[in-house]
C-alpha cells in the first residue's frame, strides 16, 4: 500500500460508522458504477415479490428460523 493510501486509511479510522459506510458507499460506485438496467430490473422485481405477498400467493418466514436452518446445513458442524 502506497503512503497515500495508507493516509487515507487512517483518516477514515476516525470517522463514526455511519460515515464509513458512506465512504464505502462511495468507493464502491467508483469502482462498480451503478448500472440503471439491472437497478430498474431489481425494483420491479422487489414490487412483484411485495405484490405476490400481499397477494397471499408467497408466505414470509421468519429471518431468524431462516437462517439457524441455513446454519445448520451449510456451515461446517
Do not use: H
Not at 7 to 24: C, F, Y
Not at 27 to 37: C, F, G, H, I, K
Request: glycine letters at 2%; hydrophobic letters at 45%; charged letters at 35%.
Amino acid at each position: 500500500m502506497n503512503g497515500q493510501i495508507e493516509a487515507m486509511v487512517e483518516q477514515a479510522r476516525t470517522l463514526t460508522a455511519e460515515e464509513r459506510v458512506a465512504l464505502l458507499d462511495a468507493l464502491n460506485e467508483l469502482v462498480y458504477p451503478p448500472d440503471s438496467a439491472w437497478q430498474e430490473a431489481w425494483a420491479k422485481e422487489c414490487e412483484d415479490r411485495l405484490a405476490a405477498y400481499e397477494n397471499g400467493r408467497i408466505e414470509a418466514e421468519d429471518f431468524d428460523v431462516v437462517m439457524a436452518r441455513l446454519r445448520k446445513e451449510y456451515l461446517p458442524k
